[in-house]
């Protein structure tokens, strides 16, 4: 709040003593200021909502003590390999790791629509899975499967399960590859529907693919 002060310039009591113009001095009371200031922190403070952390959870493997003429046998056809590395940077490749004939290595990034999207390349080698996925969509909007988001995904599961031709992915992030980029890699299995993938270790050869191809 403002105040004005008025401030008696005159000293003369007599008869004929000037009378002289009173100066006024404004003075600014800053105590409803603070009162306000407290109020909106308080305010800002019970109204905010503070972030989560943000975690995934993620099933390893166990080591077992499978023979390994006892394990299932992924077909090469079907495996897609994904390196991750630094830079943002994703190397990958079709088939099994041979150290013998190397394979044949391409270079993708996390690009939504770009030439070397992965997303794009994830898209185009499970379209066995995503056709499938499609037709449970349409079945939604024909109303043959009830339209609840429960039993859609209960369908969708369904259907990738049951498709063994579809895409295999093994994620294979190297000590230098970015958190946030094993992350995304993630969503994409999500996003492209991919019903099977796992993350594996680095083989020696495949560390060598990724030196060669920087």
């Not at 790791?97 to 394979?103: V, Y």
């Not at 399960?161 to 993630?186: C, F, M, Q, S, T």
């Amino acid at each position: 709040m403002a105040e004005v002060q008025q401030q008696d310039s005159g000293s003369g009591k007599g008869k004929h003593s000037k009378v002289r113009a009173k100066k006024a001095s404004t003075h600014i009371d800053m105590t409803p200021m603070v009162d306000l200031a407290f109020l909106l922190l308080t305010f800002f403070i019970l109204t905010t909502t503070l972030s989560k952390p943000r975690t995934m959870d993620i099933t390893m493997p166990v080591k077992d003590d499978i023979k390994e003429e006892d394990r299932s046998k992924v077909p090469a056809s079907q495996t897609l390999s994904i390196l991750l590395t630094e830079n943002d940077k994703i190397i990958w490749y079709m088939g099994v790791d041979n150290p013998e004939t190397p394979p044949e290595t391409n270079v993708a990034d996390f690009s939504a629509s770009g030439p070397n999207s992965v997303h794009k390349m994830l898209l185009e080698k499970n379209k066995i899975v995503l056709d499938l996925v499609k037709m449970v969509e349409d079945s939604v909007r024909a109303g043959l499967i009830p339209n609840k988001p429960e039993e859609i995904k209960q369908h969708k599961a369904a259907v990738k399960a049951a498709e063994k031709k579809g895409l295999i992915v093994l994620i294979k992030p190297d000590e230098k590859a970015k958190y946030r980029n094993l992350v995304d890699i993630l969503d994409e299995m999500l996003v492209t529907n991919v019903a099977r993938y796992a993350i594996v270790d680095l083989s020696e050869s495949e560390k060598e693919l990724i030196l060669n191809a920087k």
